[in-house]
């Protein structure tokens, strides 16, 4: 995977490590905003069986 992703990549070696930084962060970005959220309303990990 990171081979096909290093190829389709353009630029120079310099432009494609950059480009694949912020792909990076993007992704990384994304499952906090989107992702992680709504998988937590699926777990029941949220539910507390320890009272005041």
Known sequence: ???VLW????GRTWVRAV???VL???V???CFTWLFPWVSTLL???ESTVGP
């Open 1 to 3: 995977m990171d081979a």
């Open 28 to 30: 990384v970005a994304a």
């Open 44 to 46: 029941p990990f949220t």
């Open 24 to 26: 990076a962060e993007l």
């Open 19 to 21: 480009l694949c930084l």
């Open 7 to 10: 190829r389709s990549l353009p």
